[in-house]
């Protein structure tokens, strides 16, 4: 039932009440594990790109592929709020192009709600996003996006200068009306300073204990994406490899003539 949605806020007032949890997925059959899982929010990520299309980064992925994928996820989505990640370009160049990619994620996605990444540079993009009424999810710290700029995937905030604009892009992020914020691959300290900053829920990967919850790639969560696995990442399973193994022993069976068998078989073979 649609109306069982955890809401944008449900997830406001969270803060300080209990940790929200929040998992990528990006395909109908997966988004129905991790929604009966029971996590707040389910993120189509552009994180895709990596885990699904096979790119080195993220930069690459289109607002039809991010769509695509959106689509899938809402119609396997009953409970957590899905949130749609915005693809490079696809809010940097303007506000009106901003607001319009941000629609389509809720228009033709079937979102409820937007992730965008950056501080300072994109806050009249939040602010007019939601103003078309369009909740809007930051993103701060490590941001893949810019990953030319930061010159690879590292840890940021590491001194003070660095660490308190990132606390500056939390205020300006949450005045500018963004609901919730990630907090990519920043120290533990600086997070908790981010975290008591914002009367908004910030949701960490990377980002310590201190933010009021969490969120990982479900590819590294379950152990099917190996090439290979950020310091933050607790792997919860091993599926790809035991996705080896089931190819393998039906494989073997096939070979073998022990697949199928009769009780898979229609009529009988003389
Ligand atoms: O694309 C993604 O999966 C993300 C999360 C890591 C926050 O942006
Ligand atoms: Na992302």
Redesign the pocket.
Known sequence: KSDDRITVPGIMAAKGRRKLTML?AYDYCTARWVDRGGVDMI?V???LAMVMLGHED?LSVTMEEMLHHTRAVARGTQRALVVG?MPFLSYQVSVSQAVENAGRFLKEGRAQAV?LEGGASVLKQVEAIVEAGIPVQG?LGLTPQSIAKLGGFKVQGKDEEAAKKLVDDAIALSQAGCFSL?L?AIPAQVARRITEAVPIPTIG?GAGPACDGQ?L?IHDLVGLFDRFLPRFVKQYDTLGRRLEEAVSRYRQEVESGVFPGPEHSFGTIQ
């Open positions: 990528t993120l990520g552009d994180s993220t990640d992730k993103h990630v990519e990967i969120v790639v």
